[in-house]
């Protein structure tokens, strides 16, 4: 059984910022891609950043520069760093890891409950 359990979100004012956090815990051999993606109303869900197990980041256009994505493998933790925040970040966002629960096994996808960020004055 493995688990995603994210916190941080909230609400904050225009400019300000957030950091969220996702634990992964359960039976876990081995982490690879870790991600943060988010789902406005009215549109679909999408990735906002991504980390490789090398560290490797990939970031939407619309927020690079201002979200830096970490990990902490050692205690199986992804982050987001999110400054410089605007109405338009406004979304639920979700936690998204690719794992091995054994070592025979294949790489599965699983996902955070979501967590939701409101920027608005």
């Known amino acids: 059984q493995v688990q995603l359990v994210e916190s941080g979100g909230g609400l904050v004012q225009p400019g300000g910022s957030l950091r969220l956090s996702c634990l992964a815990s359960?039976?876990?051999?081995?982490?690879?891609?870790m991600g943060w993606y988010r789902q406005a109303p009215g549109k679909e869900r999408a990735l906002a950043a991504l980390?490789?197990?090398?560290?490797?980041?990939n970031y939407a256009d619309s927020v690079k520069g201002r979200f830096t994505i970490s990990r902490n493998n050692a205690k199986k933790t992804v982050y987001l760093q999110m400054n410089s925040l605007k109405p338009d970040d406004t979304a639920v966002y979700y936690c998204?890891?690719?794992?091995?629960?054994?070592?025979?096994?294949?790489?599965?996808?699983?996902w955070g409950q979501g967590t939701q960020v409101t920027v608005s004055s």
């Open positions: 980390i490789t197990s090398t560290g490797t980041t």
């Open positions: 998204n890891v690719h794992l091995r629960t054994g070592v025979w096994g294949v790489s599965q996808e699983y």
């Open positions: 359960g039976s876990i051999f081995s982490i690879s891609d």
